[in-house]
C-alpha cells in the first residue's frame, strides 16, 4: 500500500502529482475525467427536505402540487434546512403550483426563522437550525458543473418518487483501479483516509412512488454525482472541518432527522376552538374527512406555548369537548389526539354548541390565556337543526370571533328544511366575507386550509376581540343648562362625536344613545336608533341646545328609565356624563341605583 505524507505547504501540482505516483490516478482516468457526460436534472418528491442532501448547490426538478400544507416549510426566504425544498420554492415564488426546475444553495444556519404567508404556503416560525438554503429560479450559472444524481445523507434516505433520481451516501472516494488509502500526518498537517470504492453506474438510481392519495368521502359517492471542489481547493480545506471532504458529523444527520422543537408560531398567537360536526347525517367517511382538516390545520398553524393553542368541541343532540387548550402544546401532539375522536351522532345542534362554547370552553381553567383573541371555527354539514343567532350574539359580545365553514349547503329544493334562513351571517363576527366560508363538496374541503389559517392568524381584523372597543352600550348624558351657552354646548356636541368614531358601532358592537336634561329630560335618541357610524355622528349635530336649570340626578334616573332599561343583557354598560357645574338637586341616591344596575 503506498503512502503519501505531504506538508500543507505542498503546491496543487505536487500533490497532483504523488496521487499520480500511488496510483490513485491513472493516466486513462484523467483522460475520461476531461469529458463531461450530458446532463440531466435530477427529480425530487415534494416531501424531500434540503438537511437530507449533502450536495451544497443543485438544480432539481419538484412536481406538481408542492404547496400542500402536509409539506412542510420553516422560514421566510432564507429557509431552515428541515424544509421541504419545493415547498419552499413554492413560498418564494419561484415554483408554480404545477412544478418546474428550481436552483438550490446552502448556507449557514440562523438563530431564528420567521414563518409567513406567501404564495398560497404557510411557512412556519422556528427558534434555530444548524443549516439553512435559500432558493432561486432554475437558471444554472455559467461554468457551474452541477451534480446530475444527489447525494443524500444516509442509506437511509427517503426513497426515490415519481422518477426521482438519488444516491446514497458514501465517504467520497477517488476513483482507481486499486484501493490505495492516502494518509496526511495529524497535527500541523490534516489527516484523511480515503477507501476506494467500486465505480458507481452511470445511470441514476430511480424508482416509482405511489401516487398522492385524494380525499374521499361525498355524500352522495364512497369516498447525481455529488458535485466536488476541485483537487487543489479541497485539500488546501483540509486543515478546516470534515464537512470539505463531504463528511457530516453524526450529530448533523440525527438533528437533520427529528422533529425541531417549537414554541409555536409568535406571529399567529390566537385561542382556537373548533365546532366539528358529529351529527348523524354527516356519515362515517365525511366526518373523517373533517378529521383529516382537522389534523392539516393543526399542523399549518405550529401550535405551541409561544404561538397558537388549539382544543376541538364536537357536537351533534349536545355539545361535548374532545380536547381543551392546554391540553397539547404541538401539532404532533394536537394531530394525535385528533386521530382518537370519535363521531357522537344526533342532530346537528350548533346554537347549543356555541352557547356551550362561550360558557364553558374559553375559561381559566380550559387553558385561555386572557391576552390571545378567542377564535372559534364551526364546520356544519348542509345546515344546523337549531337556531344560532342569540348565542352567537352572546358569543361576539363575549369577545369570541365566530368563522362559520359550511360544507354542502341547502340547495334550492332543500331550503324549506332550513330552521333559521341566513343562518351563517347571523352567526359570524362580521357580516363582510371574511368569517364565512361556503366549500361545494367534502371532497375539496382541504383546499379551505390555507385560507382559513391565513384569516385565523391575521389577528389585526380579528374584529370580535377588541372588547374595548365593541359590545358596550354608551349613554352620555349632557348638561343643556343655560349656564353652558350656545358654543360650549357645540364644543360638548363635538367631544361627544370624537369619542363615538373610535368604537366599532353596530347592533352587535358599540351602539350609542344620548339623553340632553335641564330642569327636564330629553331623549335624543336611542341605542336601537342608529346602528352605523355615520348615522350616530349625524344624529350627534343634529342635537339642538335646550337651555335651563340644572337638575343631574333626575336626568341620571331618567337615562336609567329611557335608555338604558333597553340595553342588551352581555353588553357593558357605560353613562358618561358631562355638566359644567353644581347640580340643583340630589346625585347621591341616583348614582348609587345607577351602580347597582351595573
Known amino acids: ?50 438537511g437530507k442532501i449533502i450536495d451544497l448547490e443543485f438544480l432539481v426538478a419538484c412536481p406538481a402540487g408542492c404547496q400542500e400544507p402536509s ?44 414563518g409567513s404567508y406567501a ?72 489527516e484523511a483516509t480515503y477507501s476506494a470504492l467500486p465505480r458507481p453506474s452511470p445511470s441514476a438510481v430511480s424508482t416509482a412512488g405511489s401516487p398522492r392519495p385524494q380525499p374521499v368521502g361525498h355524500r352522495s359517492q364512497e369516498m447525481g454525482t455529488q458535485r466536488q471542489d476541485s483537487l487543489g481547493s479541497a485539500f488546501q480545506k483540509l486543515a478546516g472541518a470534515d464537512v470539505s471532504l463531504g463528511f457530516v458529523p453524526k450529530e448533523e444527520l440525527s438533528t437533520q432527522s427529528s422533529e425541531p422543537a417549537s414554541q409555536g408560531d409568535p406571529n399567529c398567537k390566537v385561542d382556537l376552538s373548533f ?34 393553542l388549539m382544543g376541538v368541541v364536537q357536537y351533534g343532540d349536545s355539545p361535548a369537548t374532545q380536547f381543551n387548550l392546554k391540553m397539547h402544546m404541538n401539532s404532533r401532539e394536537v394531530k394525535m389526539a385528533i386521530e382518537k375522536i370519535t363521531q357522537r351522532g344526533g342532530q346537528s345542534n350548533v346554537g347549543r354548541a356555541i ?9 381559566k381553567t380550559n387553558g385561555n390565556r386572557g391576552g390571545a383573541p378567542n377564535v372559534a371555527v364551526v364546520m356544519v354539514d348542509g345546515w344546523p337543526t337549531d337556531t ?42 362580521r357580516t363582510n366575507g371574511f368569517y364565512a ?21 391575521d389577528t389585526d381584523r380579528l374584529a370580535c376581540s377588541k372588547t374595548c372597543l365593541n359590545s358596550a352600550d354608551i349613554g352620555f348624558v349632557i348638561d343643556g343648562s343655560s349656564s353652558v351657552g350656545t ?42 336608533k342608529y346602528s352605523t357610524k355615520s348615522d350616530v355622528l349625524n344624529a350627534i349635530k343634529r342635537v339642538g341646545y335646550w337651555s335651563g336649570g340644572t337638575s343631574t340626578g333626575a336626568a341620571i334616573n331618567f337615562a336609567l328609565e329611557q335608555l338604558f332599561k333597553k340595553s342588551k343583557p352581555n353588553k357593558r354598560k357605560l353613562m358618561i356624563l358631562i355638566t359644567d357645574g353644581r347640580s340643583y338637586d340630589d346625585i347621591r341616591i341616583p348614582a348609587m341605583a345607577a351602580h347597582q344596575k351595573d
Open 1 to 50: 500500500m503506498g503512502i503519501a505524507v505531504l506538508t500543507m505547504k505542498a503546491s496543487v501540482t505536487e500533490l497532483f502529482l504523488v496521487l499520480l505516483v500511488t496510483g490513485i490516478y491513472s493516466n486513462e482516468e484523467i483522460t475520461k475525467k476531461s469529458k463531461r457526460p450530458k446532463f440531466t436534472v435530477p427529480q425530487i418528491s415534494c416531501d424531500v427536505k434540503a
Open 71 to 114: 409539506y412542510h416549510v420553516y422560514g421566510s426566504g432564507v429557509y431552515a434546512s428541515y424544509s421541504s425544498v419545493c415547498g419552499a420554492a413554492v413560498h418564494r415564488g419561484v415554483l408554480g403550483t404545477s412544478g418546474g426546475t428550481i436552483l438550490v444553495r446552502k448556507v449557514a444556519g440562523k438563530s431564528r426563522y420567521k
Open 275 to 308: 365546532l366539528i360536526d358529529g351529527s348523524s347525517s354527516i356519515g362515517k367517511r365525511r366526518f373523517q374527512i373533517q378529521k383529516q382538516f382537522l389534523a392539516d390545520v393543526a399542523q399549518a398553524l405550529d401550535i405551541g406555548p409561544a404561538g397558537p
Open 355 to 363: 352557547s356551550f362554547l362561550n360558557k364553558s370552553f374559553f375559561s
Open 119 to 190: 404564495n398560497g404556503v404557510q411557512s412556519l416560525s422556528l427558534p434555530r437550525w444548524r443549516e439553512s438554503f435559500i432558493v432561486s429560479e432554475g437558471k444554472p450559472q455559467k461554468d457551474v458543473i452541477y451534480p446530475s444524481a444527489l447525494t443524500y445523507s444516509s442509506s437511509k434516505s427517503p426513497d426515490a418518487k415519481a422518477g426521482e433520481t438519488t444516491k446514497a451516501y458514501q465517504k467520497p472516494s477517488v476513483l482507481g483501479a486499486t484501493a490505495q488509502p492516502v494518509t496526511l500526518p495529524r497535527g500541523s498537517v490534516a
Open 437 to 457: 366560508l361556503n366549500v361545494q363538496s367534502w371532497f375539496i374541503l382541504h383546499k379551505t386550509v390555507q385560507p382559513l389559517v391565513k384569516r385565523v392568524c
Open 487 to 528: 358654543g360650549n354646548f357645540r364644543t360638548v356636541l363635538q367631544f361627544v362625536a370624537n369619542l363615538s368614531k373610535e368604537f366599532e358601532i353596530s347592533d352587535t358592537d358599540t351602539r350609542i344613545g344620548a339623553v340632553q336634561y335641564t330642569y327636564e329630560q330629553r331623549l335624543e335618541f336611542g341605542f336601537e
Open 388 to 429: 344560532v343567532e342569540e348565542a352567537a350574539r352572546l358569543a361576539r359580545e363575549s369577545g369570541i370571533n365566530i368563522f362559520f365553514i359550511t360544507i354542502e349547503g341547502a340547495v334550492e329544493s332543500e331550503k324549506h328544511y332550513v330552521m333559521e334562513p341566513n343562518f351563517a351571517n347571523k352567526a359570524v363576527c
